[in-house]
């Protein structure tokens, strides 16, 4: 079974750009979160959807949004990109997303300059 | 206080040692315990999972489970280079991705 795949893998902006960051989630898998990772803060949680529906939201300002696909496939995207949002974003997705555990891609690097 | 500590290390020890890995936590609602592998430049890798209290072997890994103490453990033994990663903790008591809380990770390096 394919795992999930995240893509791009690298990217490089500058401020005030926007980004789309893609994720396909194991086939099945109904449940996908994003998490911003930096060597400060270690794994934060953006957001979750599930069917299409955003289900839960981390605490992240209105830039970052996201959305479903009826295939379960999501985006993230992040608008007025700012140098402190340089980070390995990391997508996950889970069969329910509250008691199955989270089996994650390998995330999209984004630098910004 | 955060919810879940753990110590980030750096952890060195020589090929063939038993390493251990802990996490301690303070929210008691806890139910779900994992834990990831994390090699460089790639996503968290799910190790082991488990519910509630006790122990869970696979293979050379063993993850502990203590309620009570809130605290966690990951053994590995006969530690092999190829475990040179940073290992994450992670625990939820359910009900949505929003609810899963990560340790900041342990990096560990095993010298052949």
């Known amino acids: 079974k394919a795992g999930v795949t995240q893509t791009p893998r690298y990217l490089i902006k500058t401020r005030g750009q926007q980004v789309t960051l893609s994720c396909s989630p194991i086939s099945g898998h109904r449940s996908v979160s994003w998490y911003q990772q930096t060597p400060g803060q270690g794994l934060q949680f953006l957001f979750e959807?599930?069917?299409?529906?955003?289900?839960n939201k981390g605490n992240f300002p209105g830039r970052f949004s996201g959305r479903q696909f009826s295939n379960s496939r999501s985006e993230m995207n992040v608008s007025t990109l700012e140098l402190g949002d340089s980070a390995l974003y990391l997508c996950?997705?889970?069969?329910?997303?509250?008691?199955?555990?989270?089996?994650f891609g390998d995330g999209t690097r984004l630098s910004i300059l | 206080q955060k919810e879940v500590e753990q110590d980030p290390g750096p952890l060195s020890v020589p090929e063939g040692a038993i390493v251990s890995l802990n996490c301690t936590y303070s929210n008691s609602a806890f139910q779900y315990f994992m834990w990831y592998r994390q090699y460089s430049r790639k996503g968290p890798e799910l190790l082991m999972y488990?519910?509630?209290?006790g122990n869970k072997e696979d293979g050379r890994f063993t993850a502990q489970v203590d309620k009570s103490s809130k605290y966690i453990s990951l053994f590995i033994r006969d530690s092999q280079p190829s475990d040179s990663a940073t290992y994450l903790c992670a625990m939820s008591r359910g009900g949505g991705a929003n609810n899963l809380f990560f340790g900041t990770g342990t990096r560990l390096t095993v010298i052949p």
């Open positions: 488990t519910y509630s209290s």
């Open positions: 996950a997705s889970s069969s329910t997303g509250s008691e199955q555990p989270q089996h």
């Open positions: 959807y599930f069917s299409e529906t955003q289900r």
